[in-house]
């Protein structure tokens, strides 16, 4: 059982930044074949991925994230970190940190077994 909290959500203005962390009950080192991810849920949408970093620091972006968002891991802290900057009004959702064990990981929400309560992001124009 792997359990996940979210945090650093809030609100900020179009083109500002915020930094989410989740920090992770289990080791996130290599040797545990665990992915981690982060999606993101609007009011009346569909739960969507925004980035994903498996256990070799491969990652992967959404499309409407990519060269803004970045996805990164703390080993020692087992911590998972998501920068998010030129923040726009249409990031404006719930940010939930997921896991699942598996070597090769997608942007599919079904594919995750674990996951937050998740962080409110309210990005304002």
């Known amino acids: 059982q792997v359990q996940l909290m979210e945090s650093g959500g809030g609100s900020v203005q179009a083109g500002g930044s915020l930094r989410l962390s989740c920090s992770v009950s289990?080791?996130?080192?290599?040797?545990?074949?665990?992915?981690l991810a982060w999606f993101r849920q609007a009011p009346g949408k569909e739960r969507e991925g925004v980035a994903s970093i498996d256990m070799y620091n491969n990652t992967l972006y959404a499309g409407s994230v990519k060269g803004r968002f970045t996805i990164s891991k703390d080993n020692t802290k087992n911590t998972l970190y998501l920068r998010m900057g030129s923040l726009r009004p249409e990031d404006t959702a719930k940010y939930y940190c997921a896991a699942v064990y598996r070597s090769w990981i997608r942007l599919v929400p079904t594919d995750f077994a674990y996951w937050g309560q998740g962080t409110q992001v309210t990005v304002s124009s």
């Open positions: 289990a080791d996130i080192t290599k040797d545990h074949d665990l992915g």
